[in-house]
């Protein structure tokens, strides 16, 4: 079976995505809501054949888009048994073919115009830099699942709250001649693995962080680390970016990022809001039962396309207790929006904050690294730290034992029944009001979608 796109009048682009099931759906979010603006365009989106089943499950489930089979009808999906985005766009460029590895069907670009724009993950920095060299022409524009306070915290600078100026400071290295032969991300890795001081870190919202809050966690450094040269070339490479975030979760935040890009980098930054599914009340799925007397928990082990696997004590101790269950895979946004929930155990990452918003959830967060500290902080009050932790910023007493830990667990869930937790519960509600504002029709979010595929399409 083969499938001829045809040429008229559309604009035609392209979105490399990577393995990671968080980032595939927002992704596939932001394609759906350009589209939807403007059906004349056509996507070619390269995504890993592992994920593509359970995607197709998730954007059904979704409000974004509708209806819900526009994701099907609209896009021209290429799933690849293993994700080969240079050959693909080689063929695509080269007016050849492509097969998806899923239906059998054969996708002709013979007759299409090569793409005008690249939308391509942070994380997918090594793609980025074949299509600049191979169609210099071609807008670029990088899609981050993630908050304007974790970009500043990352690679802004000082006064933005940015924690090492470590772009500045590493390029300073090369320009010395003090390199040694190393790269720049082993020379960034050298900088940003210098002792935390408990320096301040002025987050425009004013968020409370110091330094070694933002890695909470034994073994978090190396996740930040590999981000660093990642952004560093996105941002390089990039016409534009994309933030899944909104004014209404970071005022501040986003304000001094945009300022910052396109007073000084001369790139603009749009923001589409978090790419999960938000209406005017939290959706509430059907009890398949009668509520019962006690509360659930709801804790996601995973944040890729599989479950990360539990500690063997633990999972020993779910299984025998006789009250709960460990999956591969849940519907994520279904849990949370059963009438049962009682509260999500999260590591606050971007996609599970925002759902868990939309669905007016309270989280317990238990961030271990990049952008989940931050974006933990921007939603509680008091944390706890790891092994060696000293007081954050936010207060509180910290231990890091695992009798403490426990202590502090129990102390929480007997807190968010009471008066503490309807605080907490109608703060969070107005939170979710703001960021409904901005996803609505002729809000921030919709305002930014359509300047940015007018970018995407201009001349170079």
């Not at 890993?48 to 359970?54: C, L, S, Y």
């Not at 999906?77 to 998806?100: M, V």
């Not at 501040?252 to 890009?261: A, F, I, N, R």
Request: proline share 8%; charged share 20%; with cysteine.
């Amino acid at each position: 079976m083969s499938a001829t796109i045809s040429s008229e009048k559309f604009k035609h682009f392209l979105l490399a995505t990577i393995p990671a099931l968080g980032h595939i759906r927002a992704e596939a979010g932001i394609v759906c809501e350009l589209v939807k603006l403007d059906p004349r365009l056509t996507f070619a989106v390269l995504i890993p054949k592992a994920v593509a089943p359970v995607l197709v499950q998730e954007l059904e489930k979704s409000s974004k888009p509708k209806p819900s089979n526009t994701f099907q009808k609209l896009l021209k999906t290429l799933q690849k048994e293993t994700l080969e985005p240079r050959k693909a766009y080689q063929s695509i460029i080269r007016r050849g073919s492509l097969t998806c590895t899923v239906t059998g069907i054969v996708f002709n670009y013979q007759h299409i115009v090569a793409p005008c724009a690249v939308y391509f993950d942070m994380f997918a920095p090594g793609f980025a830099p074949y299509v600049k060299e191979t169609t210099p022409n071609v807008k670029m524009i990088n899609i981050r699942i993630t908050t304007s306070g974790f970009i500043l915290l990352l690679y802004g600078k000082e006064e933005h709250g940015g924690m090492f100026n470590w772009d500045a400071q590493t390029k300073a290295v090369f320009e010395k001649g003090e390199d040694g032969g190393r790269t720049f991300g082993e020379v960034a890795d050298d900088i940003r693995n210098k002792p935390f001081t408990g320096k301040f870190l002025p987050n425009p919202d004013s968020v409370k962080l110091y330094d070694y809050e933002s890695e909470p966690q034994v073994g978090g450094r190396g996740a930040v680390s590999m981000l660093m040269p990642a952004l560093q070339l996105a941002t390089q490479l990039a016409d534009a970016s994309i933030t899944t975030t909104t004014c209404g979760f970071e005022p501040e935040s986003t304000k001094v990022l945009q300022d910052w890009y396109e007073g000084e980098l001369g790139k603009k930054v749009f923001n589409f809001g978090p790419l999960v599914p938000f209406s005017a009340a939290p959706y509430k799925a059907p009890p398949v039962a009668a509520p019962g007397p006690f509360k659930p928990i709801y804790d996601c082990l995973g944040s890729n396309s599989a479950k990360s696997p539990p500690n063997p004590e633990l999972e020993k101790t779910i299984k025998e207790s006789g009250v709960g269950l460990i999956v591969d895979y849940v519907p994520q946004r279904d849990i949370l929006a059963h009438p049962s929930l009682g509260s999500f155990l999260s590591h606050s990452g971007n996609n599970s904050l925002f759902e868990s918003i939309a669905a007016g959830v309270l989280n317990v967060f238990w961030p271990f690294a990049a952008d989940q500290p931050i974006d933990a902080a921007y939603m509680t009050e008091v944390v706890r730290l790891g092994e060696g932790a000293k007081p954050p910023a936010r207060g509180g007493k910290v231990e890091g034992t695992p009798a403490a830990v426990a202590a502090e667990f129990k102390q929480v869930l007997s807190e968010i029944k009471g008066a503490f937790g309807e605080r907490k519960r109608e703060n969070l509600m107005a939170l979710r009001q703001e960021i409904f504002d901005a996803l609505k029709e002729g809000g921030e979010a919709q305002k930014d979608m359509r300047p940015c595929s007018q970018l995407s399409c201009r001349e170079a």
